[in-house]
């Protein structure tokens, strides 16, 4: 009886402690985040790797299929959600313009619904497999051999109601150990013929035309908001590197190269940024990115084609590598006469 007690006595003091400590950390991570919108401003947060607080495993070595007892159960960390929770509504409650910003792997339900719904209160989640997906394409299949169907799937894949930021490249592909989205597509050629002083070849021309594609494509079909990453709206020729030991802690590749834009007006990469910036200010007028997902009508194997409508816009592509179309029929919702628009046409190509 006496070692029982004096072990409860000693269980008690320690669970003590471990509160009083818990307490103390939520209080130093909430207010944390005041901190920085007061003192920084801050638009909101992108909360970073949230997989590995959602659960006890962490999320190592477990594949989600999306079966919802992966999401619900004795794995799902409760303290966890309940931080995530609480720093949501703190953020949004005295910070009404604040966005909060979810990158999770696992599908986990709900979290880009309110608290008051039972949700964790995020406004967006990172759509983490598209450009995970471009990149996989660029390194794995021929242009012929492309599956239209899996693309589609990849950029239409997210839960009705939960926001998704959709992007085309990202940090896990532009820094040291793998390329860049255009490198990926015109590679050594980036040196030597993006000059609009010499002819087009048909890896800069293929490659421009693809960069292009991609990310419209992934900008109207992929989310309800779109991420620029790491210099991708003008093709960023090379990787980015942090100082470290493997470099002589250099700072040479540390950097976006603005001044391909800035310095050099007659290389292409000015008129990647131009497509770029009419693509923004076109969804501006259309606003697709606020519409509902979008509609797809076409996803068209042999003939490369993907058709689909949001905000009363419809997108056409043809990823095709050989043949265009003429009188292409397609699908559309309300019958009438449609204004031709083409993005191509507006930055010299």
Request: charged residues 25%.
């Amino acid at each position: 009886m006496i070692e029982v007690e004096e072990v409860g006595v000693i269980h008690s003091s320690f669970m003590a402690c471990d509160l009083e400590f818990l307490w103390e950390v939520l209080r130093f991570l909430l207010s944390n985040l005041r901190w920085w919108m007061e003192e920084y401003r801050f638009d909101g947060f992108r909360f970073d790797g949230i997989t590995s607080m959602l659960y006890h495993h962490h999320g190592i070595a477990v594949g989600f299929s999306g079966d919802y007892s992966e999401y619900f159960g004795l794995q799902v960390d409760e303290d966890s959600l309940v931080y995530l929770m609480l720093a949501n509504h703190i953020l949004h409650t005295l910070y009404p313009t604040c966005i909060t910003i979810a990158e999770d792997v696992s599908g986990m339900p709900a979290i880009c619904r309110g608290v008051e719904e039972g949700g964790l209160g995020f406004d967006y989640r990172l759509a983490m497999a598209v450009p995970d997906k471009w990149i996989q394409i660029l390194k794995e299949f021929k242009d012929e051999d492309w599956d239209i169907g899996d693309i589609i799937h990849t950029l239409i894949n997210r839960r009705y109601g939960e926001k998704c930021i959709a992007y085309s490249e990202s940090h896990d592909q532009a820094l040291v150990g793998d390329k860049t989205l255009a490198f990926w597509l015109m590679d050594k050629e980036m040196y030597t013929n993006m000059s609009s002083l010499v002819p087009m070849t048909a890896v800069i021309d293929r490659g421009i035309q693809l960069h292009k594609m991609i990310r419209l494509l992934t900008h109207a079909l992929g989310g309800e908001g779109y991420l620029n990453f790491i210099g991708n709206e003008f093709g960023h020729p090379e990787w980015l590197d942090f100082p470290r030991e493997g470099n002589n802690q250099s700072y040479h590749y540390a950097r976006r190269q603005f001044d391909l834009l800035d310095a050099a007006k007659h290389l292409r990469y000015t008129q990647l940024y131009a497509f770029d910036r009419h693509m923004n200010l076109t969804e501006d007028t259309y606003g697709w990115l606020a519409a509902p997902p979008a509609y797809v009508s076409t996803k068209h194997e042999e003939d490369k084609v993907i058709v689909f409508e949001r905000a009363k816009v419809v997108f056409i592509f043809n990823f095709h590598p050989t043949r265009s179309y003429e009188d292409y029929t397609v699908a559309v919702e309300v019958s009438g006469k449609y204004p031709a628009f083409s993005f191509f046409s507006l930055v010299g190509f």
